[in-house]
């Protein structure tokens, strides 16, 4: 069974910086495209961050600038790092995997279970 496990939030005041890391563990042979999205309170989950099977790179508005994805392909993990967060930034933030190929299985998507990232006045 493949599993995604987020690290790295907490609390932390606004103009400062987090890094936010995701590991996929189990039987993982290869992973297509990683991401990080969020959901706060009353709102829809959106994408933060996502990058490609091949490094290419995709960022909501909001965090260009601010915020920025990289990945260890050969460790299967991904990571975030969020700088001059604001409080609007305040939100759990999930990890995400698709075109995960274990042993005899491809997982078209894997979710963490999420990490709480609050950004103080």
């Known amino acids: 069974q493949v599993q995604l496990v987020e690290s790295g939030g907490g609390l932390v005041q606004a103009g400062g910086s987090l890094r936010l890391s995701c590991a996929a563990s189990?039987?993982?042979?290869?992973?297509?495209?990683m991401g990080w999205f969020r959901q706060a309170p009353g709102k829809q989950r959106e994408l933060v961050a996502g990058?490609?099977?091949?490094?290419?790179?995709v960022y909501a508005d909001s965090a260009k600038g601010r915020f920025t994805i990289s990945r260890d392909y050969a460790k299967n993990t991904v990571h975030l790092q969020m700088n001059n967060l604001k409080s609007e930034d305040t939100a759990v933030y999930y990890c995400?995997?698709?075109?995960?190929?274990?042993?005899?299985?491809?997982?078209?998507?894997?979710w963490g279970q999420g990490t709480l990232v609050t950004v103080s006045s």
């Open positions: 995400n995997a698709d075109g995960v190929v274990s042993d005899h299985i491809e997982y078209l998507e894997v």
């Open positions: 189990g039987i993982v042979f290869s992973i297509g495209g």
């Open positions: 990058i490609s099977s091949d490094g290419n790179t």
